[in-house]
């Protein structure tokens, strides 16, 4: 397959996956989600690899899906359905393979930027980090397992204020809350993503995968069935009048 919208290099072990449409801050596309699916298809079949790097190109990590091509959609619910459903396809195979996934964050991570991160087993964030849900902008409800993984890992109340209050998380918090491995400087990620990818695979290799698998194993019981809940919810929701004019003023706003 050839990867457009995201780099894929191989270095040994490791698998570095970038993000790559910094002129749209990296949101989520159709086509996007396709070579995702492919990139994680292409780690799970190649034994010498055993870690992922997720990272993105430009100014953003990701800002989530792609609003514009939700506004532009002749269908925008079968649209969004079928973009959330290949991002949890993608998802769904990361969370139960043998692969560990260090997220690389530099910049925002939004909405389904940021159900990438909480899906990651490592993440190491520079100080320009920061998080945010950003579906109550839009009228959106969550998805990429944000709904499911963020009060695991941060608790009930403060994803609450997350998700229901937009309130943005800075990689201070991040850190202090458990959404974030390490703080990195922002000059030094990249070093110490690969640092922490080659520690993993310095010894004894055959334990990675089934260790991380059984670490997983009891969140990932009702995760697929979540993230269905999730795509359903996600693309019922944006035919709803004032999820529409919130995408509407979106577009506008950012094309202004």
Not at 24 to 36: G, H, I, P, R, V
Not at 74 to 80: C, E, V, W
Request: proline share 4%.
């Amino acid at each position: 397959m050839t990867f457009d919208n995201i780099v894929v290099e191989q270095e040994g072990p490791l698998l570095w996956l970038t993000l790559n449409r910094p002129a749209e801050a990296n949101a989520l596309s159709d086509t996007l989600a396709d070579e995702f699916c492919a990139a994680i298809e292409l780690a799970q079949n190649d034994p010498d690899c055993h870690v992922v790097i997720l990272q993105g190109n430009g100014k953003y990590f990701c800002a989530g899906g792609d609003v514009h091509m939700m506004a532009a959609a002749q269908d925008p619910a079968r649209f969004l359905k079928a973009l959330a459903e290949k991002m949890h396809e993608g998802l769904l195979s990361l969370a139960h393979s043998r692969l560990i996934t260090i997220a690389a964050v530099h910049g925002f991570a939004a909405g389904a930027g940021l159900g990438l991160v909480l899906n990651a087993d490592f993440v190491l964030a520079s100080d320009k980090a920061g998080f945010v849900s950003a579906y109550g902008n839009v009228g959106l409800s969550p998805d990429c397992g944000v709904s499911y993984l963020l009060p695991q890992i941060v608790g009930h109340q403060r994803a609450a204020q997350i998700c229901l209050l937009g309130r943005p998380v800075t990689a201070q918090e991040g850190l202090a809350w458990g959404l974030v491995s390490e703080l990195v400087p922002a000059e030094e990620l990249v070093e110490r993503a690969r640092a922490l990818g080659t520690q993993l695979t310095a010894g004894a290799t055959q334990a990675l995968g089934p260790t991380r698998q059984l670490l997983k194993r009891a969140s990932n019981a009702g995760f697929a069935a979540h993230l269905a809940l999730e795509a359903e919810s996600i693309s019922s929701i944006i035919s709803h009048p004032d999820t529409n004019a919130r995408i509407q003023a979106f577009v506008a706003k950012s094309t202004a």
